[in-house]
């Protein structure tokens, strides 16, 4: 075979576009794909607003997306992708390990998710898995959605109702936020501490952020 031969028999590399707000990390990742024979990073952003139109634009077979990004989440990037590039396939990259997390992305669409302090090996076997068109499950995100079938869903007023928890305020305010009697939010805060498996309002603070369902900035 000729070296010209042989050239255009090497295939194509994967295409990786990187959304990540924080500058090492963002750093990290660049150079670990740059050393892989069969990668290529294409493009490499700080915010959800830069990744979308070079998402749309250059087309990468892969997108590494932070969930927690300035303005635009991750989610909503991964959710927009999904209708607007649907041939993208994204891996999420999370620091955060609560199953809400995990769930709400690839909820949104991503193919699936990494702890950030995964190994660099098993970030890089993980994109080689996803470009073949698998969906690779690692034990920590296999564990979290197992532990999240356990739990009751939790309706859409009820995740209003937490937030404001979260933010210390009292029945009669929640009320007041909400447009509803003192009598409903206490209803609902009943509710909440029920499906959490607790015994007092304070109580579910620290449950909610354990699980990623709020998050405190």
């Known amino acids: 075979m000729t070296p010209h031969q042989f050239q255009k028999a090497r295939p194509k590399p994967i295409r990786v576009l990187c959304v990540e707000d924080h500058p090492l990390m963002r750093v990290g990742i660049t150079t670990m794909i740059s050393r892989q024979h069969d990668m290529q990073t294409v493009a490499a952003v700080s915010t959800a607003e830069e990744a979308l139109p070079l998402a749309l634009s250059l087309s990468p077979d892969i997108m590494l997306v932070d969930l927690r990004l300035p303005k635009m989440s991750g989610q909503d990037l991964i959710r927009t992708l999904a209708k607007e590039a649907p041939l993208v396939r994204t891996i999420v990259l999370t620091m955060y390990q609560g ?29 080689r898995a996803v470009a073949r068109g698998e969906r690779p499950r690692p ?17 859409v007023r009820e995740l209003e109702v937490i937030t404001f928890i979260v933010k210390g305020l009292r029945n009669k305010e929640i009320a007041a ?12 805060v009943k509710n909440i501490r029920a499906k959490l ?21």
């Open 99 to 127: 199953d809400e997390d995990i769930f709400r992305a690839l909820e949104a669409g991503a193919v699936t998710c990494l702890l950030k302090d995964s190994l660099a090996d098993e970030l890089v076997e993980v994109i």
């Open 139 to 155: 034990p920590a995100v296999e564990r979290a959605l197992v532990e999240r079938s356990t739990h009751e869903s939790l309706t």
């Open 197 to 217: 498996g607790v015994n007092d309002k304070m109580s579910i603070i620290p449950i909610v952020v354990r699980r990623g369902i709020v998050h405190l900035e």
């Open 177 to 188: 936020r909400l447009g509803i009697t003192e009598e409903t939010a206490k209803a609902h």
